[in-house]
């Protein structure tokens, strides 16, 4: 159902137990495009009917499928980034056009699994090339990205090559969140690889409506003291009411213990967080706007 680690990224090296005080929450918005943005737009709505938190957009600015408004689209993320949400680059197309895989775990990665890895095979220097074109669509606008997210989690050997190239702040594959600068103090400890396998639902067919809030919950608890927990939406899950009702329950439960971050923003923490000379981040818990005793529209615990 989701993808394993690409062989190019870095293994975990941060084990401990997290300190609660500064436990992050990321909720991400995939696949944003003006085919795509009247979903993204209700996705982030129905986020915050639950508490008022700073998102990540994933943007990809020339998405395979044509249609919807991108004047509209474009104005909407200026709107989100005033707001101090954060725009991130999530490849060029969001479509695998490279050559047919040919080994068997490579073959069900790029179909079984997903068709849209757009970086899954590519080469360094077309990785590279798609990078800087998403990089000069978000400059002609005069947007700042800190992020990059490879469509689909999938990055091949050639994409982590050509993304040591430039200068963003992170990336993340299906189960790391993998911070790319560093330590810019002598002493201070470059910011490690964080073992943190995303909250995703599988919309697209019935089993994986039935088993990803299950396996959502169970990979809450699994990181329930970790630094962070990762929640990523998708437009189709716009579709499906129980879904969306998971989501608000998961985010209203992780707002309890968390600060929502984007993923900028805890990229930076844990830059700083490394260096000695430098404070601990304060943390402070986003209000629910929900009631306590507000809870129709929540998801049963039990599935």
């Given at each position: 159902?989701?993808?394993?680690?690409?062989?190019?990224?870095?293994?975990?090296?941060?084990?401990?137990?997290?300190?609660?005080?500064?436990?992050?929450?990321?909720?991400?918005?995939?696949?944003?495009?003006?085919?795509?943005?009247?979903?993204?737009?209700?996705?982030?709505?129905?986020?915050?009917?639950?508490?008022?938190?700073?998102?990540?957009?994933?943007?990809?600015?020339?998405y395979h499928r044509p249609g919807g408004d991108a004047v509209r689209m474009?104005?909407?993320?200026?709107?989100?980034?005033?707001?101090?949400?954060?725009?991130?680059?999530?490849?060029?197309?969001?479509?695998?056009?490279?050559?047919?895989?040919?080994?068997?775990?490579?073959?069900?990665?790029?179909?079984?699994?997903?068709?849209?890895?757009?970086?899954?095979?590519?080469?360094?220097?077309?990785?590279?090339?798609?990078?800087?074109?998403?990089?000069?669509?978000?400059?002609?606008?005069?947007?700042?990205?800190?992020?990059?997210?490879?469509?689909?989690?999938?990055?091949?050997?050639?994409?982590?090559?050509?993304?040591?190239?430039?200068?963003?702040?992170?990336?993340?594959?299906?189960?790391?969140?993998?911070?790319?600068?560093?330590?810019?103090?002598?002493?201070?400890?470059?910011?490690?690889?964080?073992?943190?396998?995303?909250?995703?639902?599988?919309?697209?067919?019935?089993?994986?409506?039935?088993?990803?809030?299950?396996?959502?919950?169970?990979?809450?608890?699994?990181?329930?003291?970790?630094?962070?927990?990762?929640?990523?939406?998708?437009?189709?899950?716009?579709?499906?009411?129980?879904?969306?009702?998971?989501?608000?329950?998961?985010?209203?439960?992780?707002?309890?213990?968390?600060?929502?971050?984007?993923?900028?923003?805890?990229?930076?923490?844990?830059?700083?967080?490394?260096?000695?000379?430098?404070?601990?981040?304060?943390?402070?818990?986003?209000?629910?706007?929900?009631?306590?005793?507000?809870?129709?529209?929540?998801?049963?615990?039990?599935?």
């Open positions: 159902m989701f993808p394993t680690e690409s062989a190019g990224a870095e293994r975990d090296t941060a084990h401990a137990a997290v300190d609660t005080r500064a436990a992050a929450l990321c909720v991400s918005i995939h696949d944003v495009a003006p085919a795509t943005w009247d979903a993204c737009a209700r996705l982030a709505e129905a986020v915050r009917e639950v508490a008022d938190i700073p998102l990540t957009w994933l943007v990809v600015p020339h474009e104005a909407g993320l200026a709107q989100a980034l005033a707001r101090g949400d954060e725009l991130a680059l999530h490849g060029f197309t969001h479509l695998d056009t490279a050559p047919r895989a040919t080994r068997l775990a490579e073959r069900f990665l790029r179909g079984s699994y997903s068709r849209e890895g757009e970086f899954a095979a590519l080469s360094a220097a077309e990785a590279a090339r798609r990078i800087q074109c998403g990089l000069d669509w978000f400059a002609a606008r005069g947007w700042p990205v800190r992020g990059f997210v490879p469509p689909a989690w999938l990055m091949g050997e050639g994409a982590w090559q050509a993304l040591r190239g430039f200068d963003f702040d992170y990336t993340t594959s299906f189960r790391h969140f993998h911070p790319l600068r560093r330590a810019a103090h002598a002493g201070a400890q470059d910011p490690a690889t964080l073992f943190s396998p995303s909250l995703v639902y599988a919309a697209r067919n019935r089993s994986g409506r039935l088993a990803s809030p299950v396996l959502a919950d169970l990979l809450a608890l699994v990181l329930a003291r970790r630094p962070l927990v990762r929640l990523s939406l998708h437009p189709p899950d716009l579709r499906y009411p129980r879904l969306l009702r998971h989501a608000q329950a998961t985010v209203e439960r992780m707002l309890a213990q968390r600060t929502a971050l984007t993923k900028a923003a805890f990229a930076q923490r844990l830059l700083t967080s490394t260096d000695p000379s430098s404070p601990r981040p304060a943390s402070s818990v986003h209000p629910s706007r929900r009631s306590r005793s507000d809870q129709s529209g929540a998801v049963p615990r039990a599935y």
